[in-house]
């Protein structure tokens, strides 16, 4: 079993994926300090977020009007500067709270 991969077009046309066998929604990872609390993906627009470098994330909020996006190269990183920084989101699939899947 290999680790969780998003099937987009550009990685289809490298490898012939089976069909999916377990599917789960995307989350968010936000400080117990933040003050601002978040029901669905669009509330993140216009605040300060962190992703992965070219993950599917960074690709569904990169365009979010006045948003400022920050990526970082791996989980370790990001979840330093959650500790260090309250109040910047972090989408992600290791979530703390979940969010609906923007459309």
């Known amino acids: 079993m290999s680790a969780p991969l998003f099937i987009t077009e550009e990685r289809a046309r490298a490898i012939d994926f089976s069909a999916p066998v377990y599917e789960w929604g995307e989350g968010v990872v936000v400080s117990?300090?933040?003050a601002r609390k978040y029901a669905k993906f669009?509330?993140?627009q216009g605040q300060r977020v962190g992703?992965?470098?070219d993950s599917v994330q960074f690709n569904m909020i990169k365009d979010m009007p006045g948003t400022k996006v920050t990526?970082?190269?791996?989980?370790?990183?990001l979840l330093a500067?959650?500790?260090?920084?309250p109040d910047q989101e972090h989408p992600g699939r290791e979530a703390g709270h979940r969010l609906p899947a923007a459309t």
Do not use: F
């Open 71 to 77: 990526t970082y190269q791996d989980y370790s990183t």
């Open 81 to 85: 500067d959650v500790r260090a920084d």
């Open 51 to 53: 992703v992965l470098v």
């Open 42 to 44: 669009e509330d993140m």
């Open 32 to 34: 117990d300090k933040a």
